[in-house]
T-cell receptor, first 108, second 114 residues
Framework: DAKTTQPPSMDCAEGRAANLPCNHSTISGNEYVYWYRQIHSQGPQYIIHGLKNNETNEMASLIITEDRKSSTLILPHATLRDTAVYYCIVEGDYKLSFGAGTTVTVRA | DAGITQSPRHKVTETGTPVTLRCHQTENHRYMYWYRQDPGHGLRLIHYSYGVKDTDKGEVSDGYSVSRSKTEDFLLTLESATSSQTSVYFC?????????????FGQGTRLTVV
C-alpha cells in the first residue's frame, strides 16, 4: 500500500519556483521523507531527504510540516531540464517504494 | 555521478531462455538492489543484497534469482524468461541503511522477451 499521496501532474513556468506537495499521514517516527526524480527513461536521481527538519541542498529545498504528515519539495528556479517524474517516498530502511509520482512539466 | 554500470543496456530474448543482467559498481557500497519498472507500476524491488553472498527477496522476486560473489557485482538471472518479464530493470546501490542514506541508480536495462 502506498505510504504517500502526490498529485499526478503539475505544470510550472520556467524560472519560477515549483512547489511539489506530498501527503504522508501515516509516517512513523523513524521514517525519512525522500525525493527522487526520473527524467524520461533514465534511472531515478536522488534529490533530497529529511526526517523532521527542513533541508536544503544545491538542487532543492524540503519543507516538512511540524506533525510530519506532509511535505513540500521546492525547486527554486525551475528550468526545462527539471521536467521529470518526481517521487516522494517514505521509508525507514533500505527498501524504497516508488509510487506513481508527480509528472512535472516545466514550460517556457 | 555514482559509478554504476548496467549491462547489457538493451536485450531481446526468446521465451524460455535464461538471461543474466549485470550490475557493476565502483563505489564499494555494501548494499545493492534490483528493481523493475513497468508502465503504471512505478519501480518495484525484485531482490537486494546487503553484502557478499548475502541476498534477500523483494516484493516481486518470483522468476528471478540473484548472486553476489564480489562487492562490486550483483547479477540478476531470469532462469526461463517469460513475456511478463519484459521490463526496464534498474540496479541501485547505497552505502548504508537505516533511513538516512540515498540510493544511486544505474541507467537501466531494457529487456524484451518475445
Amino acid at each position: 500500500d502506498a505510504k504517500t499521496t502526490q498529485p499526478p501532474s503539475m505544470d510550472c513556468a520556467e524560472g519560477r519556483a515549483a512547489n511539489l506537495p506530498c501527503n504522508h499521514s501515516t509516517i512513523s517516527g523513524n521514517e525519512y521523507v525522500y525525493w527522487y526524480r526520473q527524467i524520461h527513461s533514465q534511472g531515478p536521481q536522488y534529490i533530497i531527504h529529511g526526517l523532521k527538519n527542513n533541508e536544503t541542498n544545491e538542487m532543492a529545498s524540503l519543507i516538512i510540516t511540524e506533525d510530519r504528515k506532509s511535505s513540500t519539495l521546492i525547486l527554486p528556479h525551475a528550468t526545462l531540464r527539471d521536467t521529470a517524474v518526481y517521487y516522494c517516498i517514505v521509508e525507514g530502511d533500505y527498501k524504497l517504494s516508488f509510487g506513481a509520482g508527480t509528472t512535472v512539466t516545466v514550460r517556457a | 555521478d555514482a559509478g554504476i554500470t548496467q549491462s547489457p543496456r538493451h536485450k531481446v530474448t526468446e521465451t524460455g531462455t535464461p538471461v543474466t543482467l549485470r550490475c557493476h559498481q565502483t563505489e564499494n557500497h555494501r548494499y545493492m538492489y534490483w528493481y523493475r519498472q513497468d508502465p503504471g507500476h512505478g519501480l518495484r524491488l525484485i531482490h537486494y543484497s546487503y553484502g557478499v553472498k548475502d541476498t534477500d527477496k523483494g516484493e516481486v522476486s518470483d522468476g528471478y534469482s540473484v548472486s553476489r560473489s564480489k562487492t562490486e557485482d550483483f547479477l540478476l538471472t531470469l532462469e526461463s524468461a517469460t513475456s511478463s518479464q519484459t521490463s526496464v530493470y534498474f540496479c541501485a546501490i547505497s552505502e548504508s541503511v537505516g533511513g538516512n542514506t540515498e540510493a544511486f541508480f544505474g541507467q537501466g536495462t531494457r529487456l524484451t522477451v518475445v
